[in-house]
């Protein structure tokens, strides 16, 4: 079992920053595929970044504004925002799976997914 918490979601204005963090416990947490997802009212949950392997991928939204590691040691993910847009308000997800790649994880059924954490609300303001 694998749980998994979101932390460092919260307001801020279009053009900021904000650092999603993902703590993971229970088994090893280097062998699972890691990655982020987001849900806006009224919309299906996104695909944002995934890391597995030393790999890390992408959903076309968030290229070069968003990125994504991981600490093994520290069992920790993280997305770094950058320049924000009203548009990337939404609850963010982190998730893992032991069966999927990083790019495995932009194309796999959200179901099918193993574990979600709760997620954290970010707000952009214009």
């Known amino acids: 079992q694998v749980q998994l918490v979101e932390s460092g979601g919260g307001s801020v204005q279009a053009g900021g920053s904000l650092r999603l963090s993902c703590a993971a416990s229970g088994r090893t947490f280097s062998g699972y595929a890691m990655g982020w997802f987001r849900q806006a009212p009224g919309k299906e949950r996104e695909f944002l970044a995934a890391?597995?392997?030393?790999?890390?991928y992408y959903g076309d939204s968030v290229k070069g504004r968003f990125t994504s590691s991981r600490d093994n040691a520290k069992k920790t993910l993280y997305l770094q925002m950058s320049s924000l847009k009203p548009e990337d308000t939404a609850v963010y997800y982190c998730a893992a799976d032991r069966w999927t790649t990083a790019q495995g994880m932009a194309l796999t059924t959200l179901g099918q997914i193993d574990y979600w954490g709760q997620g954290t609300q970010v707000t952009v303001s214009s």
């Open positions: 890391i597995s392997g030393g790999s890390t």
